[in-house]
């Protein structure tokens, strides 16, 4: 008998027929149904990203300079820059305040009357349902510029740094802030605001302490807010990025045992690997901070790019992204959504 020749598709090898991969005439070319079909793509699109994804950072100066980072007003313009965002559909912003009397001690700090309170009072009273973090950090406040209080040697004075951050956290809990956010990466500040606010009877305000990595990329917010220290930076205060991934967890996990309801990991575009860490690795929110460093480029991309990047962050593991584009993209998302209406 002669050999039979293998039918189209197939070919013959070691005496067995293989069945090769024979694309179909017609159709798709290739194309899955569930990508070419419009209403199949219809019944599972979701957006990458919606406006309540996004929260915004507010920084109150009493001069705020010409051409700075969006939301950097004075404080005559923070009910009208809240008021926007939340007509935007923003349901969160997240304070920061300039310290203009500075001292070793961070005396103004805990001025009632500061530009801090002042700020989560008058958004309080005028958009009572958006949610308003508040930074609780020395650096702003000190005369030196740290994070920390320190002793007559230099060091970290760690009873005099509790007492301050905790403080701080009851006096804007008491002004109406909804979460506060310990800022300096000192262990034992979480566990030391939290029972100062449930000890003031602030059980339901939220602390989301901060997972910071070492970057450049927090260099315009510290020009803006003048809180570069006076040694030049805050290493050890903050994670090596060699080390991150594993730093950062172990941190995390600290956090959470101290009483953390939330993180807040930045910088958010060269962390993105830690951000899929923490998110398989706790199950309390995780905000992905897009700090002032990265607004440039989010600028330079347009609010579609922004919109891609940020919604890569959101499918990354963040529960929410605060970033200083919140506006430009809300916007964005508004002018979409209204179109496809």
């Not at 991969?21 to 990458?48: F, N, T």
């Not at 500040?189 to 602030?202: E, I, M, P, Q």
């Not at 315009?220 to 220290?229: A, E, L, N, S, Y």
């Amino acid at each position: 008998m002669g050999h039979r020749r293998p039918p189209h598709g197939e070919d013959r090898l070691g005496g067995v027929h293989v069945v090769a991969a024979v694309p179909r005439q017609g159709g798709p070319g290739g194309i899955s149904p569930g990508r070419a079909r419009h209403a199949v793509r219809s019944l599972y699109e979701r957006p990458l990203l919606d406006v309540r994804d996004l929260t915004a950072p507010l920084l109150v100066l009493p001069v705020p300079p010409a051409g700075g980072l969006p939301g950097a007003v004075a404080p005559a313009d923070v009910v009208a820059t809240a008021s926007r965002w939340h007509a935007l559909g923003l349901r969160g912003l997240k304070l920061f305040a300039f310290g203009r009397d500075r001292s070793p001690k961070a005396d103004e700090a805990l001025d009632p009357e500061n530009l801090m309170v002042r700020a989560v009072r008058s958004i309080k009273s005028t958009v009572p349902d958006m949610v308003v973090t508040t930074e609780v950090c020395g650096c702003a406040w000190t005369s030196h510029g740290e994070c920390v209080l320190l002793t007559e040697d230099g060091d970290t004075d760690l009873t005099a740094s509790y007492a301050l951050m905790s403080r701080m956290a009851v006096l804007h809990a008491d002004a109406g802030a909804d979460a506060v956010s310990p800022t300096a990466m000192l262990d034992g500040s979480v566990r030391a605001v939290r029972d100062a606010l449930t000890g003031a009877g602030h059980h339901s305000v939220g602390v989301s302490p901060n997972i910071a990595l070492h970057t450049e990329l927090y260099g315009p917010f510290k020009r803006v807010m003048r809180t570069d220290p006076a040694r030049g930076n805050r290493r050890g205060f903050q994670l090596e990025p060699h080390r991150a991934r594993r730093q950062a967890l172990a941190q995390a996990r600290r956090w959470e045992a101290e009483g953390a309801d939330s993180l807040c990991l930045q910088p958010a575009m060269t962390a993105v690997d830690v951000l899929t860490s923490l998110r398989a690795a706790t199950d309390v929110r995780v905000i992905a901070y897009s700090t002032s460093g990265e607004y440039a480029a989010l600028k330079a991309l347009g609010p579609r790019g922004a919109t891609e990047y940020l919604g890569s962050l959101k499918r990354a593991g963040a529960d929410l992204v605060l970033t200083f584009a919140a506006e430009d993209v809300a916007t964005h998302l508004g002018a979409a959504r209204d179109h496809a209406g």
